[in-house]
T-cell receptor
Framework: SQQGEEDPQALSIQEGENATMNCSYK?????LQWYRQNSGRGLVHLIL?????REKHSGRLRVTLDTSKKSSSLLITASRAADTASYFC????????FGQGTRLTINP | NAGVTQTPKFQVLKTGQSMTLQCAQD?????MYWYRQDPGMGLRLIYY???????DKGEVPNGYNVSRLNKREFSLRLESAAPSQTSVYFC????????????????FGPGTRLTVL
């Protein structure tokens, strides 16, 4: 079963705009991770946020976590064509459970 | 430092055939994982190995077996392939047993595209 559910399933924006993706989960978590997958490639870890953290930054990425709503969001600021990829949230310590992902397209 | 490597990259099997997918990591990680990804879907855990000498079932283990050959290598075997096993298979590894803020981060290989006819 899929624990995390991403929203939207697909997002298309213009280069330079900000992209926001959301993830909801069903049970209590210790941490939540976000991964990126370029077409035909393996997943690349972006950021991990622990249950006692509310916000975390890494470069142009900003992740928030609201444990009361069981949701997280990933914001990519000043998007670039190279950000075109699928983005997945994953919950768990070792046995990660992935959502279905958001397909992000950045149009030049 | 190659990270996580997988072989083969592509494979076509006939129903009933068997094969082994190979995975190796050179990051001295304790834990290794096998996932499958079906079109338009997230990854689902097949099996994982928390440490050398141990293996455990994930969400979708039926039809698969695994071997943690040593700390570096973790193989996935399909004994009798079925069309429902057509998928992209990813291997991953993580530090896991050690303490630290990044121990839960998993590092993925490039994947094996398997088609079962």
């Amino acid at each position: 079963s899929q624990q995390g559910e991403e929203d939207p399933q697909a997002l298309s924006i213009q280069e330079g705009e900000n992209a926001t993706m959301n993830c909801s989960y069903k049970t209590s978590i210790n941490n939540l991770q976000w991964y990126r997958q370029n077409s035909g490639r393996g997943l690349v870890h972006l950021i991990l946020i622990r249950s006692n953290e509310r916000e975390k930054h890494s470069g142009r990425l900003r992740v928030t976590l609201d444990t009361s709503k069981k949701s997280s969001s990933l914001l990519i600021t000043a998007s670039r064509a190279a950000d075109t990829a699928s983005y997945f949230c994953a919950e768990g310590a070792q046995k990660l459970v992935f959502g279905q992902g958001t397909r992000l397209t950045i149009n030049p | 430092n190659a990270g996580v490597t997988q072989t083969p990259k592509f494979q076509v099997l006939k129903t009933g055939q068997s094969m082994t997918l190979q995975c190796a990591q050179d990051m001295n990680h304790n834990s290794m994982y096998w996932y499958r990804q079906d079109p338009g879907m997230g990854l689902r855990l097949i099996y994982y190995s928390a440490s050398e000498g141990t293996t455990d079932k994930g969400e979708v283990p039926n039809g698969y077996n695994v071997s943690r050959l040593n700390k570096r290598e973790f193989s996935l075997r399909l004994e009798s392939a079925a069309p429902s096993q057509t998928s992209v298979y990813f291997c991953a590894s993580s530090e896991a047993l050690t303490r630290g803020p990044n121990t839960d981060t998993q590092y993925f290989g490039p994947g094996t595209r398997l088609t079962v006819l």
